[in-house]
């Protein structure tokens, strides 16, 4: 059983209407052109086309770049009509073990720490 990302949910994602405007754009003959045009691998966008790997923010970037066409647009072709990204709390927060890495290191970047005096007597 194939698994389907959260996008293709939606009842207007159609990635293939997205990558057939860009293969006329830019006047290729296939998708392997198309994948080396875009710099990926051809598995890459079979896996777009079959609804098993969502079109990626880097991959659409890249669409952008190479069509001069903008992101809206390039959304709007596939069918993409989400006004917002909406991340899950999870993301983009840091580990346990690197939240407590990062607040020792802030902690000894603070001015006015103090040695103790085992330490300080050390280098004398």
Do not use: F
């Not at 754009?25 to 990926?40: F, G």
């Not at 989400?82 to 709390?89: C, E, F, G, H, Q």
């Not at 890495?101 to 040695?115: D, E, I, L, S």
């Amino acid at each position: 059983m194939a698994q389907h990302h959260a996008l293709a949910s939606q009842e207007t994602y159609n990635p293939n209407h997205l990558l057939d405007v860009l293969l006329g754009k830019m006047q290729l003959k296939n998708d392997a052109a198309l994948s080396r045009m875009l710099e990926v691998a051809p598995p890459v966008i079979s896996k777009i086309r079959h609804h098993r790997l969502p079109v990626g923010a880097s991959l659409l970037i890249r669409m952008h770049e190479v069509t001069g066409m903008s992101i809206r647009d390039l959304r709007d072709l596939m069918g993409d009509r989400r006004t917002k990204y909406r991340l899950s709390d999870a993301q983009g927060r840091p580990k346990p073990e690197e939240k407590a890495a990062q607040q020792a290191a802030q902690q000894a970047q603070q001015p006015g720490t103090q040695q103790s005096a085992g330490e300080s007597g050390k280098n004398a």
